[in-house]
T-cell receptor, first 113, second 112 residues
Framework: GENVEQHPSTLSVQEGDSAVIKCTYSDSASNYFPWYKQELGKRPQLIIDIRSNVGEKKDQRIAVTLNKTAKHFSLHITETQPEDSAVYFCAAQRSTNAGKSTFGDGTTLTVKP | DAGVTQSPTHLIKTRGQQVTLRCSPK?????VSWYQQALGQGPQFIFQ???????QRGNFPDRFSGHQFPNYSSELNVNALLLGDSALYLC???????????FGSGTRLTVV
């Protein structure tokens, strides 16, 4: 089955710096890659996603890149703010009727003011 | 617009007991997925329901079962509870062709 590895497990940056989280996946049939943000004690929330027919997608300070050949994708957060502090999860999924998503183990991002 | 609602929020059970968790999907969503999230780990897929049938299943034993009702709400049942079943159980709803999930806040299950 699908295996998703996520790095780093913890990341600490100064406010205003950029943060990058990387994930690799094993199933070449995966073609949908969402990212979720989970604040302490709260539900995971979808923040951005990318499909395999696109190499990059951007939404304000957040961007995701995908390299299908290498089977890895990354989340980029620019101009980080303290409210960006949370656990971020990547996931990979075969895009068949909103099927099973396989999640990475998460990255705890801390943005220091 | 109500999101995904789960009940109860917290639950303490004894080993060997049975538990039922409940989920109401976001309005307009017809697909419900259940995930188990252990402390410090990513969510693990248990199963997914669509049109009242289990459509996909993860690597969980038969002690984990579920149901979806005509109004799209869903239940997760766990029999013969083990200490290792202690976790946050997340319900996520979606509506194809959209793939992204809307998660509920989860049920924190503690088995003692």
């Amino acid at each position: 089955g699908e295996n998703v590895e996520q790095h780093p497990s913890t990341l600490s940056v100064q406010e205003g710096d950029s943060a990058v989280i990387k994930c690799t996946y094993s199933d070449s049939a995966s073609n949908y890659f969402p990212w979720y943000k989970q604040e302490l004690g709260k539900r995971p929330q979808l923040i951005i996603d990318i499909r395999s027919n696109v190499g990059e997608k951007k939404d304000q300070r957040i961007a995701v890149t995908l390299n299908k050949t290498a089977k890895h994708f990354s989340l980029h957060i620019t101009e980080t703010q303290p409210e960006d502090s949370a656990v971020y999860f990547c996931a990979a999924q075969r895009s068949t009727n909103a099927g099973k998503s396989t999640f990475g183990d998460g990255t705890t991002l801390t943005v220091k003011p | 617009d109500a999101g995904v609602t789960q009940s109860p929020t917290h639950l303490i059970k004894t080993r060997g007991q049975q538990v039922t968790l409940r989920c109401s999907p976001k309005s307009g969503h017809d697909t419900v997925s259940w995930y188990q999230q252990a402390l410090g780990q990513g969510p693990q897929f248990i199963f997914q329901y669509y049109e009242e049938e289990e459509r996909q299943r993860g690597n969980f034993p038969d002690r984990f079962s579920g149901h979806q009702f005509p109004n799209y709400s869903s239940e997760l049942n766990v029999n013969a509870l083990l200490l290792g079943d202690s976790a946050l159980y997340l319900c996520a709803s979606s509506r194809p062709p959209s793939n992204g999930y809307t998660f509920g806040s989860g049920t924190r299950l503690t088995v003692v």
